[in-house]
Each structure stands twice: as structure tokens, then as C-alpha cells.
């Protein structure tokens, strides 16, 4: 197979033949255009992906093809300098048959990135499919991998679905590359142990989520003289794995010990937002658990200034991310309550309390232990503000890295 990366590419003089192909997740690609176009304010709260890709592409003078995956329709739109083409992934299969449907899922793709003639292409979504992508090496489409999440879940057996798919990563795309671009040390060290000695000749650059100040300045330092109750925020999809069934389950027994002294606040959307409504009602929690559902950035801000600590208290059964949330509590200078679930953690240790993965009288005692002991919540909260930096820093951010990974390794133009 020809190496991926050892491609010969003309001169350029006219940057506007740039042509950047991007395999991103389920993001309504177009609404943030229009909104990026505009330079309107987000109604999200947080860092949002696509709008530093846009940037990039913007700064490179460069046009683009978007492959999008949010549920819905199949649907293809051109905006400006982008063409959108939203692919919603397989749907209501398990096992080997979903694994399967990925096959026609990637050859309904490929073709349409092949037919744009990409300088490159930065892949995001589907990762354990990305061998399928294979065929674009003879056509000297050069891939950087972008990991937003590790590879496989950190604790517990590992599948062997998994095993088989990463070979065959390893083997089709991943031991070709030059670049890979990373959100966490954890990816790191998995990228290591999949490709051994290969991964020393590989550029591995590390970014963090990245924010405005402005987006925090607004938000008040956290009032422990307004309590009870002692309020426990969360935000992010409403799934089992995100441990949301967990968070009623601490909130029951912690209401059973304290009546009416913790209340938590769950922000976001997702397929278990009804079910959870139902189970918090059926055990009579109303007034301890809050389902916000979808939260627009100003509510999202409210609630956090209301708020005393962050909960992130995603299972060991899913392969977290940096995991953005508990950025944003060390932001918002709240103490967080996560496990090592979250690569996050080791970057944030500092201003933590850590729970045992799935543990939940161990996320109890931390929150009575944040709510009884002021010396441990005063050094957590104070720990906070030396955190905030690399996720202020520009040259921290994700479209930073992307743009000097593309310049050095694929567009051929040494970064300065």
C-alpha cells in the first residue's frame, strides 16, 4: 500500500485550491454556519468544533466537504466556500449487523470525497471504521485523524469487536500517518500501546477545549452561605452512560440522610431525558433532581452561578472523551466530582474530588465531604483559577493544532 502521507503535491500560488475534506460527528453543520457567518452569538453553552474548523478553513482560504452524522435525514447543502452532506449513522441494530451497516455507510461516503479531490482529509467520526477508508490512499488523499475520545474504554474487559476493528486500523491507516491530533494524554498512551515502536515517528499534537473569557465572566463565584441546598450541576447528553441514572440514585440516598439539603440541576438532551423525568417522579425526587432538558447558554450560565460543584460521573462503559464539562467547572471555579473515567481528570486533578469509576456511596461522600468541610471546599474551589489557562490559550485550541498539522504535513508550508 502507498504510504498515506507520501504524496507529492504541486505548488499552490493560489491558496483557494486548498481543498479540505472533514469526517465530523452529529452536528446540524449548517445552523452553525449561519451562524459563524454572521458572527452572531452562540445559544450554546460551551466550545463548538465545527466553528474552529470553519475558522481554519477561513484562514487557509480553503473550501470544504462536510460529512455530518446527526440523526435525521440524509441531506446535501452548499453554503459559501462549504458543501454540507449530512449521513446519519446505522440506527436500531446491535451487535455484528450494526457493526455491518458501517460497510454501505462508508461506501456511500467515500465515493463523494474522492469526486471532491480533497487536498486532505480530516477524519473525526466513526473511528473504529476508519480502515474503510483505505481506498482513498490510491488516490493520494493524505488522512489526519483527529481523537476527540480514547480509543477503548479504560476499565474493564475490552470487546473483542473492538480489538479486531483497531487492527485493522493499525494495519490499513494508522501505522501509514505523519499526524495525529489528540484532546487527552489517555489517547496517547492508547495510541502507543496499538502501534508500538511506529508511534515515534508519528507527530502526536495535543489541543485542549478552548473558551472565551467572556463566556465565564459573567458567572459568580459560588455562594456557600446560600445553602440549603447545597446545589450539584450537571450538563451533557441524557444517557445511561453519561451516568445519569446514577446521579438520581446519589440523590435518593443523599435525600434519605439530608432531607431537602441537595438538589441537582441536569442540564441537556438526549434518547433517556423522558425516562429520567419519569423514574426521578416515580421516587418522588421533583424537588431534589431538576431536568432542565435543552438549556440555552443564558440558562446554562444561571444555573452555574447558582450552582456549588460540578458532578461528571460518566460510566466505565464508555469511551470518554477530554470529556468538556469538566473544563468548564474548573472555568466556572467549581470543585468537580468525577472518576478516572474522564482523562480529564489528570489534567485537573488539582481541583477534584475523585470517586472509584461506578462508585456511587463513593460520589455520596463526596459531596457530603465538599459540603461539610469548607478547608477542603476552599482548596478545591482555589485550585481552580491555576487550571484555567491552556483553555484560554488560542495556541491551545483544537483548529490551532489542526492548522499546523495541516501546514507541516500536508500543504508542505513550515509554521513560523
Known sequence: MKHLFQVEHPARPDRTKIRIAYLSGPCDAPAVYQEWSKSEQQDYFGTNYM???LRVCDELDAEAYVVTNLPGESKQCKMGRFIFDNHPNPSGLSGFKWHLAFVPWFARVIPKIIRFKPTVLVVTANEPYWFLLAPLAWFGIPIIPSFHGVLWRKFGRRKLSSRITWQLNRLFIMRHLEAIV???NDITRQLSDLLGPNISRIRVARHFPSYPISQFASVPSP???NRPPFRVFFIGRIETNKGIYDIVEIARRLEAKRKGAFQFDICGEGGQLENLRSVVASLGLQNAVLCHGYCSAQKVANLLGASHAFIVPTKSDYEAGFEMVCAEAILANRPLITSAV???L????EACVEV????????CEAILRLNDDPELYSR???ACAALHEPFYDPKQSWATKVKDVLLDYVLRQPVN
Not at 472509584?356 to 460520589?363: K, R, S, T
Open 51 to 53: 466553528k474552529q474548523f
Open 182 to 184: 489528540v484532546t487527552s
Open 223 to 225: 455562594d456557600l452561605t
Open 342 to 344: 474522564c482523562p480529564a
Open 346 to 349: 489528570e489534567d485537573l486533578r
Open 356 to 363: 472509584e469509576p461506578d462508585h456511587v456511596e463513593q460520589y
Open 380 to 382: 478545591k474551589k482555589a
